[in-house]
């Protein structure tokens, strides 16, 4: 199987349930992840370095 960096980062958040960073049960999908985040500066960190990583492989898309 290949796994390039970029494929790993992507499919690093395959359920939604769940903090992709610390596998923390989320209280609501989307909306509960950002409360999470905010709550947990360490999974906030790495979230907003995934999002960078998100941005430079899809060239500046992201967003909107
Ligand atoms: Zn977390």
Do not use: K, Q
């Amino acid at each position: 199987m290949t796994r390039t960096p970029s494929a790993e980062r992507a499919s690093a958040w395959n359920d939604p349930d769940y903090c992709p960073f610390c596998g923390a049960e989320l209280t609501d999908a989307g909306a509960g992840f950002i409360d999470h985040v905010d709550a947990n500066a360490e999974c906030g960190e790495r979230f907003e370095a995934w999002l960078e990583a998100i941005r430079d492989d899809i060239g500046g898309e992201w967003g909107g």
